[in-house]
């Protein structure tokens, strides 16, 4: 006879994230939100100083300056180098990301894993599909199909932030993994669609300083004067091979390992991650949206966002097409799974995120740069359009957010209470009996403390009655 089977319960999407999780969670969305509100400073300054034209031949100077050692095919101008080579730190952060979020994170377990990459994939496909249908209707150019493909977390943690907004951390994790997913697509695009000429024999040299790179690391060497000249030379390899120069960055982000062992606290990867973020999301961003943002702004080329069918494409794929895929990939792998939405949210909360996501900014203005080299007047339209684009897509969700903020600040006071003074929040704690024993003993110390207050304030009302009592039969009664 065998025993009967138990079925396994139905697993929660969008459900509470395990407390380690939770942690890292936080702490990469707490740097992404200081990098976020630099990056809107940036953009806004590229605006302005592009716009102004008392400004604007100094910002074209300043951006086609060229300097580096031209003997190593690296005389680059400054937009160029902030594009091609600043930004390399920000794809280093994400290779190392998308790393650990395989090894240790959500990504490890595949069922896990199935709702942020379809919802992923869908949220880059629609997208794709809108802009090419919106051109092929308008007898555009397909060029830029992946233009709006992008999400900038960076920037959707900025409008949060700027809002004041409490995303429950499941949200904000489902955000981040989606945009971590993003970025590996994005990066594959990058590699395998803007890559016109190659040069062999620096591609080689490039998968060779890659290889030491890698064997370095297995052998336990140590030292950032070690690695941080041979990344050099891998990303002058890597640019010099035809190959987008920021693929290296990515590339040593992978290599890296984000598991822990014993005795280690945290892993060479999130110990490397936690150095470097600051600087990406501080510096290298903000930087290159300083020398990419500034496009210059008339009713003419605001006219030609809605007329013009490669930037309606950017617009209505930013806008329609992040929030239906997005949405749609997340209904339709609840449909036909075993999962079912978290009982504290709604279908309305996912609508909200997959329109914030619809923010595309720093990877959607590079690939607009790469689709469009050598027309300097689309290249620019197309930048008006993913930040006209991002501007509406931030708007929507500020208003789906807003409708339901109430209810995400109570859920991230539930979140966040921690009643027994551990550092632990107690959710995180409910099936712990020694959980249980301490907050019996602080609800006994708290009964206690009112159960002496309130004999004291008996005592005093007691007393008082009696004065009274005795004052008012002095002397019988008798008038003095």
């Known amino acids: 006879m065998t025993a009967p089977r138990i079925p396994h319960p ?7 994230l395990s407390l380690p999780e939770r942690t890292y969670v936080a702490d990469a969305l707490r740097t992404e939100t200081v990098g976020g509100v630099l990056l809107l400073i940036a953009a806004v300054t590229a605006l302005i100083w592009a716009n102004v034209p008392a400004l604007r ?3 074209e100077a300043v951006s086609h300056f060229s300097f580096g050692p031209a003997a190593l095919g690296l005389d680059l101008s400054v937009a160029h180098w902030a594009a091609d080579g600043v930004l390399a730190i920000f794809f280093f952060v994400a290779g190392i990301e998308l790393k650990r979020e395989l090894v240790a994170g959500d990504l490890r377990d595949p069922r896990a894993a199935v709702l942020p990459v379809v919802a992923a994939l869908c949220g880059m496909a629609v997208p794709a599909l809108v802009y090419t249908v919106t051109n092929l ?3 555009g150019s397909t060029q830029g199909w992946a233009v709006p493909t992008a999400t900038d977390i960076a920037f959707a943690l900025a409008v949060l932030a700027v809002i004041g907004t409490s995303l429950p951390s499941a949200l904000r994790a489902f955000l981040l993994t989606l945009a971590v997913v993003d970025d590996l697509f994005a990066i594959l695009i990058i590699a395998v669609f803007f890559t016109d000429r190659l040069n062999f024999a620096a591609l080689g040299g490039a998968f060779l300083g890659l290889a030491v790179f ?12 070690v690695y941080l000249p041979l990344a050099a030379v891998n990303w002058a390899l890597m640019y010099n091979s035809g190959v987008h120069a920021t693929i290296a960055g990515v590339a040593m982000g992978l290599m890296l390992r984000c598991t822990t062992r014993a005795g280690e606290e945290r892993s060479p990867g999130e110990r490397v991650e936690h150095l470097v973020r600051p600087l990406s999301a501080g510096f290298a961003v903000p930087l290159f ?3 990419s943002a500034g496009v210059v702004v008339s009713g003419r080329a605001l006219g030609d966002l809605f007329t013009r069918p490669e930037t309606l494409g950017v617009v209505l794929g930013l806008v329609l097409g992040k929030a239906l ?3 749609g990939g997340t209904w339709l792998t609840v449909r036909f799974t075993r999962a079912s939405l978290s009982e504290d949210l709604a279908w309305a909360d996912v609508f909200a ?5 619809g923010i595309g900014f720093t990877v959607s203005l590079l690939i607009g740069e790469l689709a469009y080299d050598g027309d300097a007047l689309l290249t620019d339209e197309t930048k008006a359009a993913v930040l006209a684009g991002s501007l509406i897509a931030a708007v929507c969700a500020t208003v789906l957010l807003k409708i339901r903020n109430a209810k995400y600040r109570r859920l991230c006071e539930a979140e966040d209470r921690d009643d027994d003074l551990d550092g632990v929040p107690d959710v995180y704690e409910e099936d712990d009996p020694a959980y249980h024993l301490r907050m019996a003993r602080i609800l006994e110390r708290r009964a206690a403390e009112h159960r002496r207050i309130a004999a004291e304030r008996t005592a005093a009302a007691g007393d008082g009655s009696a004065e009274a009592a005795g004052g008012a039969g002095a002397g019988g009664g008798r008038p003095a």
């Open 10 to 16: 139905a697993r929660k999407a969008l459900g509470r």
């Open 353 to 357: 995120v997959a329109s914030l996501a």
């Open 137 to 139: 209707a308008g007898h």
């Open 289 to 291: 949206a300083l020398f």
């Open 325 to 327: 895929g997005i949405f």
């Open 214 to 225: 890698w064997l370095l690391l297995r052998k336990g060497v140590r030292g950032w004067y």
């Open 57 to 59: 031949h100094s910002y």
